[in-house]
C-alpha cells in the first residue's frame, strides 16, 4: 500500500473522479500498475488482502494479480458487489471471464438491476467473444443479441455501454455473426449513453463492428498462414 500510494498523483485522482471513481484512492497511473503486476505475477493471497483494503488502486490491482483458478464464486459475488464504478466493473470482468464458469456467472448477473454487476455480466459477453478459440460456440454468442434487442434501452447507463460493447464483439468473431449484430443493431438504433465530464463515446455499431471485424479477420488469416 505505501508503494501504491507513493505512486499516486493529484492529476491522476482528478482524472478518476471524472470517470466516476469514489471513495479513497491514490491515482496509481494504469503504467505503474503495469509495472507493479509484472512485479507480483500471480499472488491471489495477496490480491484477497489488497481488495479488503477499498482501496480503489489496491482493488484494481487485486483484478490484476487474482489467481482466476482459485477465485470462487463467493469471492467475485462478494467482489463484484463492491464495485462502485465502471472503472472497477472493467478490472473486474477480467477474472469473472476466466474463473469458473464464467458462462453461469454471465447468466446469474445478467438481469441484476446493480449498475456495476450488469455491466460486468456484460463485459464477461465481450471478453469471451474476443477469444478466438474455445467455448462458448458462435450459437450461444447469437442467442444473446435477442436479449441485448428487448432489454438495452431500458437498463442503467453502463450497462448499455457494456451491451453495446458485448454487440461489437460477438459481431467480430464472423461474417455471420457480424451480418447477425448488424440487423440486430438496425433495430436496437442509437443507444444513449451518458460518459460524463470525459472525452469517452459508446462506439457507434455499425462503423465500429466493421472495423473490428476487418482488423480480426486479418488477425485469423496471418494466424492461419503462421499453422501452414
Given at each position: 500500500?505505501?508503494?501504491?500510494?507513493?505512486?499516486?498523483?493529484?492529476?491522476?485522482?482528478?482524472?478518476?473522479?471524472?470517470?466516476?471513481?469514489?471513495?479513497?484512492?491514490?491515482?496509481?497511473?494504469?503504467?505503474?500498475?503495469?509495472?507493479?503486476?509484472?512485479?507480483?505475477?500471480?499472488?491471489?493471497?495477496?490480491?484477497?488482502?489488497?481488495?479488503?483494503?477499498?482501496?480503489?488502486?489496491?482493488?484494481?490491482?487485486?483484478?490484476?494479480?487474482?489467481?482466476?483458478?482459485?477465485?470462487?464464486?463467493?469471492?467475485?459475488?462478494?467482489?463484484?458487489?463492491d464495485c462502485d464504478s465502471y472503472?472497477?466493473?472493467?478490472?473486474?470482468?477480467?477474472?469473472?471471464?476466466?474463473?469458473?464458469?464464467?458462462?453461469?456467472?454471465?447468466?446469474?448477473?445478467?438481469?441484476?438491476?446493480?449498475?456495476?454487476?450488469?455491466?460486468?455480466?456484460?463485459?464477461?459477453?465481450?471478453?469471451?467473444?474476443?477469444?478466438?478459440?474455445?467455448?462458448?460456440?458462435?450459437?450461444?454468442?447469437?442467442?444473446?443479441?435477442?436479449?441485448?434487442?428487448?432489454?438495452?434501452?431500458?437498463?442503467?447507463?453502463?450497462?448499455?455501454?457494456?451491451?453495446?460493447?458485448?454487440?461489437?464483439?460477438?459481431?467480430?468473431?464472423?461474417?455471420?455473426?457480424?451480418?447477425?449484430?448488424?440487423?440486430?443493431?438496425?433495430?436496437?438504433?442509437?443507444?444513449?449513453?451518458?460518459?460524463?465530464?470525459?472525452?469517452?463515446?459508446?462506439?457507434?455499431?455499425?462503423?465500429?463492428?466493421?472495423?473490428?471485424?476487418?482488423?480480426?479477420?486479418?488477425?485469423?488469416?496471418?494466424?492461419?498462414?503462421?499453422?501452414?
Amino acid at each position: 500500500m505505501g508503494e501504491l500510494e507513493a505512486m499516486g498523483t493529484e492529476q491522476n485522482r482528478k482524472v478518476y473522479r471524472r470517470h466516476g471513481v469514489l471513495g479513497e484512492q491514490f491515482g496509481v497511473s494504469y503504467a505503474n500498475l503495469g509495472l507493479l503486476t509484472k512485479k507480483l505475477k500471480t499472488n491471489h493471497a495477496l490480491a484477497r488482502e489488497l481488495w479488503a483494503t477499498g482501496n480503489h488502486d489496491a482493488r484494481v490491482l487485486a483484478c490484476r494479480v487474482c489467481d482466476p483458478a482459485a477465485a470462487d464464486d463467493a469471492l467475485l459475488d462478494a467482489w463484484v458487489a463492491d464495485c462502485d464504478s465502471y472503472v472497477l466493473s472493467d478490472a473486474l470482468s477480467g477474472p469473472a471471464s476466466k474463473a469458473g464458469d464464467p458462462v453461469a456467472r454471465h447468466e446469474r448477473w445478467r438481469d441484476d438491476d446493480r449498475e456495476w454487476v450488469g455491466r460486468t455480466a456484460w463485459l464477461i459477453v465481450a471478453n469471451l467473444a474476443n477469444r478466438d478459440a474455445g467455448e462458448p460456440g458462435d450459437d450461444w454468442f447469437a442467442s444473446r443479441l435477442p436479449i441485448v434487442e428487448r432489454q438495452v434501452h431500458g437498463r442503467k447507463n453502463r450497462v448499455r455501454d457494456a451491451m453495446v460493447l458485448a454487440l461489437i464483439a460477438i459481431g467480430a468473431r464472423s461474417d455471420e455473426l457480424e451480418a447477425a449484430v448488424a440487423a440486430a443493431g438496425e433495430g436496437i438504433g442509437h443507444v444513449e449513453v451518458d460518459h460524463g465530464e470525459t472525452g469517452c463515446k459508446t462506439p457507434d455499431m455499425g462503423p465500429y463492428l466493421h472495423k473490428t471485424r476487418a482488423h480480426r479477420r486479418k488477425k485469423q488469416q496471418k494466424a492461419a498462414a503462421r499453422k501452414a
